[in-house]
């Protein structure tokens, strides 16, 4: 049937064959997929690219602002009788329940956010630490809430969350796109012309834009810096609270202690893939990361591909283009 | 005020989203239904089975004597993700050493437990730690084939018996280890059997083998694709850990398998099928004795229901008075994969210290030339140190429980 995929059979020497036919029999599948992935490193990489806009810092932290947000998700749902199973309940009661879990995610993480900007990051900036210092209280600050959340819920992932069994919505070429990716990706793109938006047009989003450009002029200015960058903080919680449920819908068994580790490094290599610290940046980066690691992933014949792919495309990039693919940052980008 | 803005365009796309998936829904409670039973084979289960008559019991003549530090331990997962694996055997071992202790004043065993979490990096500092241990004289574990590879060496130096209640990877005896004794059939008599479960009484046309990358996983799906023959449809591998299955899924839907034959623990096998069933799969999902366990139902919910497994292990919860037993020890859980194969090889160390074999070397003779029957079966090893009459059984999930079907692949 399918004699390509043959020499996976782990007697089989060769360690990398390109399965090539599977790729295309598979090909909108995996870009629906992909695109959806994509979708949710999409709005978790905005809060790396607006903190790196206005502090320029890599907030490593932001992968468990991301988990915390899961967290929410999982114990609203499961305390309002949702489960490995499909819920027994009609759809307005289910939208309902989602909304209410998506407000507690975003204000989960958006307050997640926030006490780690005044608790581990702030202190620094009134001393003038020297850039390294931010970067390893980041990673310091992620490690932290990482094993804090594991010494509460222990190592292994929370109960599934089935929010609802997607229904087929249509066909292209043959392949079913269905409810569920539908939902995602829409949902996403939304906020993120929301945000592109809010950050080009109001007058919060004209703020961040000065203060990445020129902080000290922006204060000069009468931009309130500090009120800046709480903003910043928040709208990037706020938005991987989202993404939460997102990520909990399209993989229902991934709330776990490390769960946002791999998908916050990923989430970051989007954001340098778009150019970081740039808000349309992110929205592609993220697209592209999610649908290279999907086709990936296919072409190799191995999970564990998807990473590798991702990041071997991202250092071509970045050695064709390094300053990522739109390249523009914050300040300058529509100022 | 502009940051009401962004609030409201962010409620805005929730709102949008959630109504989406509203439509979504709305077909949605319908067809989960039809294809939750429609297709699912019907294979009726059993009520009993037999025990041999002879059996040997832990609690002995109750004239054993024995010094107090005697002392047996089980090595293998009490936390990790497949944890309940290692549960159902250490209260099985734990049974056993309490109905041996209270018939056998002269002779109390102690017993200690070592984790593992089931993980082969981490499973040779407490493995380490415990052959050091002088007091232990033997050991029931490990419960999986990963770790029982990379430690099978410790043991072999300090020639310490240990017996595995449930690894079964065919090559884990090939390694001229003379301390290991497999107390049940091995993959190269569960894969052929599993292929044979799924060809004939499941009757699927196109199966789809997916494999984690644990030896157990790549030993179990190369011995299941062998006896698949032309029924295989595709092979595919899975990583420990792994959370999105979505690019599987899609390769079995595009190849229109009927059964998926999924090689590997739980942890993963539940979110898979859960995962496989949410993407529209209909036809029958199959695990082997690493899925067997409520924690799969548990995790996958009600996707569980298509799933059926294969087992080299004895329904233990059939035995009446074992499963009144056992529940006292596990404070009221049924026994679960692998409990009463956990009894049965604590019962063949015990029954060797009541006779008198109380150094390590004694006691690993005896289990050498041991040649009797145990509640699950008769025990008695060849040379390398497997089993000589395996059976397989087959199980499914029925109203959320799992129930035997009878053995298999005969």
Known sequence: ?335 | MYRKKVLTSLAAAATFSMLLSACANQAGPGTTESSGSSSKVNIPSISKVDVPSGAVKPAGDGKATCPATTTLAYAGAQTGPNAQLGVNIFNGIQLAIDQHNKANPGCQVQFKKFDTEGDPNKATGPVTQMVSEPDILGVVGLPFSGESKATGNIFEQKGLVHITPSATNPTLTENGWTTFFRGLGNDAVQGPAAAKFLTGKIGAKKVYLVQDDSDYGIGLGTSTSAGLGSALAGTEKVTTGQKDFSAVISKIMNAKADAVFYAGYYAEGAPFDQQLVSKGFNGTFVGPDGVKDDQFIKQAGDASNNAYFTCPCIPGELITDFATAYKDVSKGAEPGTYSIEGYDAATVLLSGIDAGKQSRADLLSWVKSYDKDGLSKHYKWDAKGELQAPTVYGYKVDNGKIVPIGPIGE
């Open chain 1, 1 to 335: 049937m399918l004699p390509s995929l043959v020499p996976l059979l782990p007697t089989e020497n060769d360690w990398i064959t390109f399965d090539i036919p599977s790729l295309i029999q598979n090909f909108w599948s995996a870009t629906f997929d992909g695109l959806t992935f994509g979708a949710i490193y999409a709005l978790v990489a905005l809060g790396y690219t607006l903190v790196y806009g206005v502090l320029n810092l890599i907030n490593f932290a932001h992968s468990e602002v991301f988990i915390v947000g899961c967290y929410a998700v999982f114990f609203t749902l499961s305390s309002l009788g949702f489960g490995p199973s499909a819920p027994r309940l009609d759809i307005w009661a289910i939208i309902l329940n989602l909304l209410l879990a998506l407000v507690l995610a975003m204000l989960a993480s958006a307050v997640t956010a926030f006490l780690l900007e005044r608790i581990a990051y702030k202190p620094l900036r009134q001393r003038n630490a020297p850039r390294l210092v931010f970067l390893i209280t980041a990673i310091g600050a992620s490690f932290t809430i990482q094993y804090l959340i594991y010494l509460w819920r222990g190592p292994s992932p929370e109960l599934a969350l089935t929010m609802f069994r997607p229904t087929p919505i249509f066909d292209v070429f043959g392949t079913i796109v269905d409810s569920q990716q539908l939902v995602i990706i829409i949902a996403a793109v939304i906020m993120m012309v929301g945000i592109d938006r809010f950050i080009s047009k109001s007058r919060t989003g004209r703020g961040i834009r000065a203060v990445a450009q020129d902080p000290d002029t922006a204060t000069l200015m009468g931009v309130n810096k500090e009120r800046i960058i709480i903003t910043t903080f928040v709208i990037g919680g706020l938005l991987a609270g989202a993404a939460a449920l997102f990520y909990v819908m399209k993989i229902p068994s991934g709330v776990q202690y490390s769960g946002g580790f791999v998908l916050g490094i990923k989430a970051f290599a989007a954001a340098v893939l778009g150019g970081i610290g740039n808000v349309r940046g992110a929205l592609l980066g993220g697209l592209l990361l999610g649908l290279i690691g999907n086709y990936g992933q296919i072409l190799l014949g191995n999970s564990q591909w998807t990473d590798v792919v991702a990041f071997v495309v991202l250092v071509l990039v970045l050695l064709l283009r390094p300053e990522g693919i739109l390249g523009t940052s914050l300040g300058r980008s529509k100022a």
